[in-house]
């Protein structure tokens, strides 16, 4: 525990207080999932949600915790065990959305991510790949709105949680000089705050 940055840095200063702060947003995160989840079972629908946007976030966050105890970072291992909340929706999206063959494929590309986590030797390269990918794949959820001019089974308060907890990622990783989550950070928060404005636009259609 003593090798993780957080131990080695603490006290009142802003790498602590960033810290601190993703951990408590990761909760808030994790009850964003249970509210998607909740709300994708209650309608028994996936409608306007894309299957690979979640696909990538459950596997990317199993991978989070093994880049984080490479990195020595708390924060990435915590917000990692994310993936535990993102059970449910993944269940759920299967069940009720109309599974096509790039869905399916995008599912087995991701779970890939773990094998490969776990040897590769250049993780920093490799979580930046998987990143871009990441923003590739939240960009395809807000197409997915602007095309169907709907918000689906799309919970609000997921949404706005994840603006807010990219803002404290992006600020943690300035401290730690980490450039791959400030670029990924900087972009999600920018394509959250979109989705946002297309929430309030479409919410009574």
């Known amino acids: 525990m003593e090798k993780f940055v957080e131990f080695q840095n603490w006290g009142f200063n802003l790498l602590i207080m960033s810290s601190l702060m993703t951990m408590v947003f990761s909760i808030f995160q994790g009850y964003g999932f249970i509210k998607q989840s909740q709300k994708i079972w209650r309608e028994k629908s996936a409608k306007a949600i894309s299957p690979p946007f979640f696909f990538l976030f459950f596997f990317y966050?199993?991978?989070?915790?093994?880049?984080?105890?490479?990195?020595?970072?708390?924060?990435?291992?915590?917000?990692?065990?994310?993936?535990?909340?993102?059970?449910?929706?993944?269940?759920?999206?299967?069940?009720?959305?109309?599974?096509?063959?790039?869905?399916?494929?995008?599912?087995?590309?991701?779970?890939?991510?773990?094998?490969?986590?776990?040897?590769?030797?250049?993780?920093?390269?490799?979580?930046?790949?998987?990143?871009?990918?990441?923003?590739?794949?939240?960009?395809l959820q807000l197409l997915t709105i602007i095309k169907t001019k709907s918000i689906g089974s799309i919970e609000i308060k997921f949404i706005v949680i994840f603006f807010v907890t990219g803002l404290c990622w992006f600020i943690y990783a300035c401290y730690i000089n980490n450039w791959a989550l400030q670029i990924f950070n900087f972009c999600a928060v920018l394509i959250y705050l979109a989705i946002i404005i297309l929430y309030n636009k479409y919410k009574s259609m």
Not at 108 to 121: E, R, T
């Open 61 to 139: 966050f199993i991978a989070f915790i093994f880049y984080g105890i490479y990195k020595n970072s708390l924060a990435m291992v915590f917000n990692g065990l994310l993936f535990i909340t993102c059970i449910p929706v993944i269940v759920g999206i299967i069940k009720f959305k109309k599974m096509k063959l790039l869905d399916w494929l995008s599912f087995f590309a991701s779970a890939a991510i773990i094998p490969i986590i776990l040897v590769i030797k250049e993780k920093d390269t490799f979580i930046f790949s998987l990143l871009l990918v990441s923003l590739i794949v939240l960009g």
